[in-house]
C-alpha cells in the first residue's frame, strides 16, 4: 500500500498516526508537486485532496477517516476502536465533535487571517464558533489520558492532528489563551507527545510547520 500525504495535513496526519499505531507496512510518499492539477493524482483521488490510500491492487481511497475505518477493517490489530459499542460510540462521538464543531472551523480561519482584506467580523463569528466546539470537545476527552477508555483509540488518532493544528491557529492568530478555558483539549498536546505513534505525528507535523514557516519567508 502507499499513502499520498504531507507532513503538514492533518488529515494525512491522522492516517499515519493509524499507520504507525498498526506498524503497517505502507509506503509513504508526497503527492507530485503539481499534485492539484496533475491528471495523474486527479485519476487517483478525483477529490483533488491529501491524503489518498493506494492499494497493491491499484485501488485508490481517499477521505482521512474512511482510510482509517479500512485499516482498521482490513488490520484489526491493535484494534483502535474499544470492545463494547457503548465505548465505540463514545470513541466516534469525539472523532465527529472534533471534525464537525472544531476542525471545520479551524481550516476557514487560517484563510480568512491570511488575507489581505481581513473581515473581522467573520474572523471574531468563526472563533466564537470554534469556542463553542472547543468547549464540546472538552467535556468529552478525559483530562491528561488518552481522549477515552484509557487506551489509544481512533479518537486520540484524530485528535493529535487536530490539537496541533489548534496550536498553529495560535501562533499565525495570536490569540495565545485560546485554549484556557479548555483545560482537557490544553493538556492533550502532552498525551499526544508521550504516545510513540502519536508522537511520531506530531513531531512530523512540527517538522512540517517549520519548513512551511521557512519557505514562506524565503
Ligand atoms: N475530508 C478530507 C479532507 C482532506 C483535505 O481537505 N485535505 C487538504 C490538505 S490538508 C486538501 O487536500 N486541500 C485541498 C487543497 O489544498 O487544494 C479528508 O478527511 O481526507
Same mark, same amino acid.
Given at each position: ?16 498516526? %493509524? ?9 509513504? %510518499? ?68 472534533? /471534525? ?26 468563526? #472563533? ?43 501562533? #499565525? ?21 508521550? /504516545? ?10 512540527? /517538522? ?11
Amino acid at each position: 500500500m502507499k499513502l499520498y500525504s504531507l507532513p503538514l495535513s492533518p488529515y494525512a496526519a491522522r492516517v499515519r498516526g %493509524a499507520i504507525y499505531a498498526k506498524k503497517l507496512p505502507v509506503e509513504i %510518499a508526497a503527492p507530485p508537486s503539481d499534485w492539484r492539477t496533475s491528471t495523474t493524482y486527479r485519476a487517483l483521488n478525483p477529490l483533488v485532496r491529501i491524503p489518498v490510500l493506494v492499494l497493491d491492487n491499484g485501488t485508490s481511497i481517499p477521505e482521512s477517516g474512511v482510510i482509517v475505518d479500512y485499516l482498521e477493517e482490513t488490520h484489526p490489530n491493535p484494534p483502535l476502536l474499544p470492545e463494547t459499542a457503548e465505548e465505540r460510540a463514545q470513541v466516534r462521538v469525539i472523532v465527529s465533535v472534533a /471534525d464537525h464543531y472544531v476542525m471545520q472551523e479551524i481550516m476557514p480561519l487560517f484563510f480568512l487571517l491570511d488575507t489581505q482584506d481581513r473581515d473581522d467580523s467573520e474572523i471574531e463569528t468563526s #472563533f466564537a464558533k470554534l469556542a463553542k466546539g472547543l468547549g464540546h470537545l472538552d467535556r468529552l476527552i478525559d483530562a491528561n489520558s488518552y481522549a477515552t477508555g484509557g487506551r489509544l483509540t481512533a479518537a486520540d488518532i484524530w485528535l493529535t492532528p487536530v490539537r496541533f493544528t489548534l496550536d498553529g491557529l495560535m501562533g #499565525f492568530s495570536g490569540r495565545t489563551t485560546l485554549l484556557d478555558d479548555y483545560k482537557a483539549v490544553a493538556g492533550y498536546a502532552k498525551v499526544a507527545q508521550r /504516545d510513540p505513534a502519536l508522537g511520531r505525528v506530531w513531531q512530523e507535523m512540527t /517538522d512540517g510547520l517549520a519548513a512551511m514557516m521557512k519557505s514562506r519567508k524565503a
